[in-house]
Antibody, heavy 129, light 107 residues
Framework: EVQLVESGGGLVQPGGSLRLSCSAS????????MTWLRQAPGKGLEWVAN????????SYVDSVNGRFTISRDNAKNSLYLQMNSLRVEDTAVYYC??????????????????????WGQGTMVTVSS | AIQMTQSPSSLSASVGDRVTITCRAS??????LGWYQQKPGKAPKLLIY???TLQSGVPSRFSGSGSGTDFTLTISSLQPEDFATYYC?????????FGQGTKVEVK
């Protein structure tokens, strides 16, 4: 069964750190881009960061850039999100998602889409004093 | 960052109704748009990517259209399991951005 399982969430004080993990099973992890997304209580979805198959390319939303670090260990089929200098506004359910990156052809060029077809159940991060 | 504006933010509908949700991008995004469905307490589910390509296993009553800045998700005949919140997501550039969501409720 294709599955993603997040762990590592919890309660942390402002300014603190937390490391989230996402364990993948049932598919060849190293073949896929991976993404972290989050959802604050009662709010909409927010894309946080993604990472290329081999870990060589990473992107972040501005609000976490410089504080959060996405990484992966393909030998362990695991994705990580190191979160430092946490703020109250980082409180959210954090999801990891697999991106199967479908290609399409437009104007003689090939482009790759994001398509998050497998999601974890989410892990709650609460930043509060 | 590209802003995605969804409308309406909520709607009330009955089983069998045709439902249309709109997403407008603050700049052109080609066809780089996806739609996700989320039910309370659950992770989102991919419905459509690349504006109009139905994800495997998604019922054909869901369809997507549009290009450039204006996009539409249509549910041709609303079913009981379709009451949920729907989000559009642009993947044209970074950071990826979602619309604010449309909650489809029972009328």
């Amino acid at each position: 069964e294709v599955q993603l399982v997040e762990s590592g969430g919890g309660l942390v004080q402002p300014g603190g750190s937390l490391r989230l993990s996402c364990s993948a099973s049932g598919f060849t992890f190293s073949n896929f881009w991976m993404t972290w997304l989050r959802q604050a209580p009662g709010k909409g979805l927010e894309w946080v960061a993604n990472i290329r198959r081999d870990g060589s390319v990473k992107s972040y939303v501005d609000s976490v850039n410089g504080r959060f670090t996405i990484s992966r260990d393909n030998a362990k089929n695991s994705l990580y999100l190191q979160m430092n200098s946490l703020r109250v506004e980082d409180t959210a359910v954090y999801y990891c998602a697999r991106d199967f990156s479908p290609a399409y052809y437009y104007d003689s060029n090939t482009y790759y889409l994001d398509a998050f077809d497998v999601w974890g159940q989410g892990t709650m991060v609460t930043v509060s004093s | 960052a590209i802003q995605m504006t969804q409308s309406p933010s909520s709607l009330s509908a009955s089983v069998g109704d045709r439902v249309t949700i709109t997403c407008r991008a603050s700049q052109g995004i080609r066809n780089d748009l996806g739609w996700y469905q989320q039910k309370p307490g659950k992770a989102p589910k991919l419905l459509i990517y690349g504006t109009s390509t139905l994800q495997s296993g998604v019922p054909s009553r869901f369809s997507g259209s549009g290009s450039g800045t204006d996009f539409t998700l249509t549910i041709s005949s609303l079913q009981p399991e379709d009451f949920a919140t729907y989000y559009c997501l642009q993947d044209y550039n970074y950071p990826r951005t979602f619309g604010q969501g449309t909650k489809v409720e029972v009328k």
